[in-house]
């Protein structure tokens, strides 16, 4: 594919995953980060986005100069590989600590050590050569209401912020909402929320977004609505593109595979808001389907990538004449059938 387009991808050590799910083990062998890395510069993404803990493995057992040691390794390694580190983010939902909640958690010690290991995921993520660290606040929620206040939790989520932006000056936090799963409810579940609390931070302009499709979908939202309220106030940092048939579990399917209208619509607001321009990366937060045999494990990143593609050029040759003539007609019927078979040309 003729490289006219200005995008940038990336994906994560995890997006291999072995296919365990809570019913049963994995069903492809585990690999080692060396694999994963040699897989990613084969299939000629541009950046691979971390957690901490997949940069410095059994990070809560070293110190910091050994934290740093082994981040400055990884970086001369990705730097042989000509790979970029798009992000570090904090895994604050494995540790006995964070059981409970990790910055919002209702024990003062178990707060401190989730603060503590993001200030670490911080330094981290300067080794790698990133600014950017992601925040999915996987665990900051209840399963019942009465056990935690709302509006105390606000408050400590806005503590933790805090401290990230004060412990370096450049970084830029990018808070990744998801409604639900492994909570009830989550204190942060869409856009809105996060652009909201970045308000109340000691540096708004340093705390932004990333949508993921799949879990604006989960909050009953329109992904490309997402992303284009984020790009206005200049807060779309970060991408996980995916799809989601409906509101179940978090299926992470690969890019366009449930519902490829809304795809089309997620490229045509990132389109018109030039994503990438400001060297932001296309993301693919995307994973095998369980069944899938070794020979086919790289099949959902490439797809993933080969449909965003397909759809950019889908929107570059939208005849957005006839639409602006239709809308200005209100004609919605005739728009609907000129995007339908737009989609199913070619
Ligand atoms: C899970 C999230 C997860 C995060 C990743 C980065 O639902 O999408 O995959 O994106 O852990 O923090
Ligand atoms: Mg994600």
């Known amino acids: 594919m003729a490289k006219t387009h200005q995008y940038r991808f990336c994906f994560g050590p995890w997006n291999f995953s072995e296919g365990a799910d809570p019913y049963g083990p994995p069903t492809r062998p585990v690999q080692t980060f060396d694999w994963k890395l040699a897989q ?5 993404f541009d950046a691979m986005m971390f957690h901490d803990d997949d940069a410095v493995p059994d990070i809560d057992g070293k110190t910091d100069a050994q934290i740093r040691k082994e981040a400055k390794e990884l970086k001369k390694k990705l730097d042989g590989e000509g790979i970029a ?14 059981v409970d909640g990790a910055y ?9 050590y989730a ?12 080794c790698l050569g990133t600014d950017l660290i992601v925040l999915w606040l996987a665990r900051e929620g209840t399963y019942l209401r009465e056990a935690k206040s709302a509006r105390r939790s606000t408050e400590l989520l806005v503590a933790a912020l805090d401290k990230m932006l004060a412990h370096d000056p450049k970084i830029r936090l990018a808070i990744e909402p998801k409604p639900n799963e492994p909570m009830d409810h989550a204190y942060l579940p869409t856009i809105g929320h996060a652009l909201a609390i970045a308000q109340l931070t000691r540096d708004p302009r340093r705390v932004g977004a990333l949508v993921e499709s799949a879990h604006a979908i989960l909050a009953g939202l329109d992904p490309s609505d ?7 106030f200049g807060k779309l940092w970060s991408l996980h593109l995916n799809d989601q048939n409906g509101l179940k579990f978090d299926q992470d399917k690969p890019f366009g595979s449930t519902n490829l209208r809304s795809a089309f619509n997620q490229v045509r607001v990132l389109e018109e808001g030039q994503y990438g321009r400001r060297g932001e990366y296309v993301c693919f937060d995307v994973h095998p389907f369980r069944p899938t045999k070794v020979e086919h494990w790289l099949a959902h990143l490439d797809n993933s990538r080969r449909t965003f593609l397909r759809l950019v050029e889908k929107v570059r040759t939208f005849d957005q004449a006839k639409a602006s003539q239709l809308i200005a007609d209100r004609d919605y019927q005739a728009l609907d059938q000129l995007v339908i078979e737009h ?3 070619g």
């Open 85 to 98: 580190a798009e992000m570090v983010a904090p895994r604050l939902w494995f540790s006995p600590m964070t």
């Open 226 to 232: 997402e992303m284009a309220f984020a790009m206005k």
């Open 115 to 126: 603060v503590e290991r993001s200030l670490r995921c911080i330094d981290i993520a300067r």
């Open 40 to 44: 990613l510069k084969k299939l000629g």
């Open 104 to 112: 919002t958690n209702n024990d003062p010690k178990c707060r401190a």
């Open 343 to 345: 989609l199913l040309n």
